[in-house]
């Protein structure tokens, strides 16, 4: 995708800023979508919409992650990194229409969860408690289940138990960019843990930290030079940057 302006970032910070996590990483995605696939980015596998962060993330800072998490056993600090290459890698590997899930007797056909579906799980109290919210998740991802020729009408909630796990396991297989999943060892404890990060709240907490920043050159040079806000957003980055140094006093 084509980087992006000035401009463009803070509109994508006026339009996240206030809105659930779920609809901001939509709007995200949606700045690095090239419009080449007629499924909406809210219904396609949640890897699709991630791989689409990746690629935004790599336009706004180039392809080095670097993050950090704490630590569940001294609650420290640990970095770790990450690059978007090796991520997006992975996209070749999503299937957006999985074969029928055999299994002790049934037949499933299912598909992916999709942003849609946690757009609308977060809408339910009862997706709180992790277990109900798995078993509604996998619900809404059931498409058509039989047993012994037989149609099953009850949903998840009548599968054995290893059925669900071995269907929660074709789907994690399915998408591995729908949850990115990192090993990492303390160094301060040596404890071992694995973390969840979240590709949307990195690449928002980017955005959000540019269009502050955006917003600081804007006032400063604003004041400085009387130039409106179009003026300075039209500026390059480097240009912009040499004449902020120039006005806060640093060596230009």
Same mark, same amino acid.
């Given at each position: 995708?084509?980087?992006?302006?000035?401009?463009? *970032?803070?509109?994508?910070?006026?339009?996240?800023? !206030? +809105?659930?996590?779920?609809?901001?990483?939509?709007?995200?995605?949606?700045?690095?979508? &090239?419009? +080449?696939?007629?499924?909406?980015?809210?219904?396609?596998?949640?890897?699709? *919409?991630?791989?689409?962060?990746?690629?935004?993330?790599?336009?706004?800072?180039?392809?080095?992650?670097?993050?950090?998490?704490?630590?569940?056993?001294?609650?420290? +600090?640990?970095?770790?990194?990450?690059?978007? @290459?090796?991520?997006?890698?992975? /996209?070749?590997?999503?299937?957006?229409?999985?074969?029928?899930?055999?299994?002790?007797?049934?037949?499933? !056909?299912?598909?992916?969860?999709?942003?849609?579906?946690?757009?609308?799980?977060?809408?339910?109290?009862?997706? !709180?408690?992790? *277990?109900?919210?798995?078993?509604?998740?996998?619900?809404?991802?059931?498409?058509?289940?039989?047993?012994? /020729?037989?149609?099953? =009408? &009850?949903? =998840?909630?009548?599968?054995?138990?290893?059925?669900?796990?071995?269907?929660?396991? =074709?789907?994690?297989?399915?998408?591995?960019?729908?949850?990115?999943?990192?090993?990492?060892?303390?160094? !301060?404890? @040596?404890?071992?843990? +694995?973390?969840?990060? &979240?590709?949307?709240?990195?690449?928002?907490?980017?955005?959000?930290?540019?269009?502050?920043?955006?917003?600081?050159?804007?006032?400063?040079?604003?004041?400085?030079?009387?130039?409106?806000?179009?003026?300075?957003? =039209?500026?390059?980055?480097?240009?912009?940057?040499?004449?902020?140094?120039?006005?806060?006093?640093?060596?230009?």
């Amino acid at each position: 995708m084509r980087a992006l302006s000035a401009g463009d *970032v803070l509109r994508l910070w006026d339009e996240c800023r !206030d +809105t659930s996590p779920e609809a901001r990483a939509l709007v995200l995605a949606a700045a690095a979508d &090239d419009g +080449t696939v007629s499924v909406p980015p809210a219904e396609r596998p949640i890897g699709r *919409v991630t791989a689409l962060l990746l690629r935004l993330r790599n336009a706004l800072a180039g392809p080095r992650m670097a993050a950090t998490v704490g630590c569940p056993g001294c609650h420290g +600090t640990v970095e770790f990194q990450a690059t978007t @290459e090796a991520l997006l890698a992975l /996209e070749d590997k999503i299937v957006d229409a999985p074969p029928p899930l055999l299994h002790g007797g049934y037949a499933v !056909d299912w598909r992916c969860p999709s942003y849609e579906d946690l757009r609308t799980m977060a809408e339910r109290p009862e997706a !709180d408690d992790p *277990v109900r919210g798995a078993l509604l998740l996998l619900e809404r991802c059931l498409l058509n289940v039989r047993h012994e /020729e037989s149609a099953v =009408a &009850d949903g =998840a909630v009548a599968l054995p138990a290893e059925l669900r796990e071995a269907l929660s396991e =074709a789907m994690a297989s399915a998408d591995p960019l729908a949850d990115l999943l990192v090993d990492l060892r303390c160094p !301060d404890c @040596e404890h071992a843990f +694995t973390a969840d990060f &979240d590709m949307a709240a990195f690449v928002w907490a980017e955005v959000e930290s540019r269009g502050r920043r955006l917003l600081m050159e804007v006032d400063a040079l604003a004041r400085a030079y009387g130039w409106s806000e179009t003026d300075v957003l =039209a500026l390059s980055e480097p240009r912009r940057e040499h004449y902020v140094r120039i006005v806060t006093g640093e060596s230009p």
